[in-house]
T-cell receptor
Framework: AQKVTQAQTEISVVEKEDVTLDCVYE???????LFWYKQPPSGELVFLIR??????QNEISGRYSWNFQKSTSSFNFTITASQVVDSAVYFC?????????????FGKGTLLTVNP | KAGVTQTPRYLIKTRGQQVTLSCSPI?????VSWYQQTPGQGLQFLFE???????NKGNFPGRFSGRQFSNSRSEMNVSTLELGDSALYLC????????????????FGEGSRLTVL
């Protein structure tokens, strides 16, 4: 069975602070994909990034960066110089390979509040 | 390009009733997935359809069912509603869906918020 754990239920920061959202996953598949989604108050989940299990390169996109470490089964997400507009619920998700019938599993989410 | 459209956006039902929710995926997308989101359980996978066939199913009772039409539009139905079925039901579509394909990003609709009284 696959599992995604986001240990931080809620995080509150002041604008311009850096913040890291943790994600730890479990899977028996050798090929899998990891995702981060953002859910603003409107409810719609917005895709942020996809990473496959063979690509451990870290990625940076503007103020966002992701640290994928297979050795610790973690896929952490960092927002640099946070802004109020970053306030949302962030979900980490894992899509397994053939062994799990390509099932997509979400973590429980981390509510990030950025205060002005 | 129109996004994923879910209808209705809000609805209120009473226990014992049934409900049907509709999802129109992005044009060209053949894979549609449904998720239930509640404060306590988070996002839980209901089922996934690809080319009118249910490919994956989550751990929900048989009261939850779905289908996909030839135009990729999908519906889900919940019969004999219970208070615990109150939730935000999210639909997502994806361009890629064949097994073995690199999974594309999921595009989500804004959801249908169901309240059961």
């Amino acid at each position: 069975a696959q599992k995604v754990t986001q240990a931080q239920t809620e995080i509150s920061v002041v604008e311009k602070e850096d913040v890291t959202l943790d994600c730890v996953y479990e899977t028996r598949d050798t090929t899998y994909y990891l995702f981060w989604y953002k859910q603003p108050p409107s409810g719609e989940l917005v895709f942020l990034i996809r990473r496959n299990s063979f690509d451990e390169q870290n990625e940076i996109s503007g103020r966002y960066s992701w640290n994928f470490q297979k050795s610790t089964s973690s896929f952490n997400f960092t927002i640099t110089a946070s802004q109020v507009v970053d306030s949302a619920v962030y979900f980490c998700a894992l899509r397994g390979g053939r062994g799990s019938n390509y099932k997509l599993t979400f973590g429980k989410g981390t509510l990030l509040t950025v205060n002005p | 390009k129109a996004g994923v459209t879910q209808t209705p956006r809000y609805l209120i039902k009473t226990r014992g009733q049934q409900v049907t929710l509709s999802c129109s995926p992005i044009s060209g997308h053949r894979s549609v997935s449904w998720y239930q989101q509640t404060p306590g359980q988070g996002l839980q996978f209901l089922f996934e359809y690809f080319s009118e066939t249910q490919r994956n199913k989550g751990n929900f009772p048989g009261r939850f069912s779905g289908r996909q039409f030839s135009n990729s539009r999908s519906e889900m139905n919940v019969s004999t509603l219970e208070l615990g079925d109150s939730a935000l039901y999210l639909c997502a579509s994806s361009q890629l869906g064949g097994q073995g394909d690199t999974p594309g990003e999921l595009f989500f609709g804004e959801g249908s918020r169901l309240t059961v009284l």
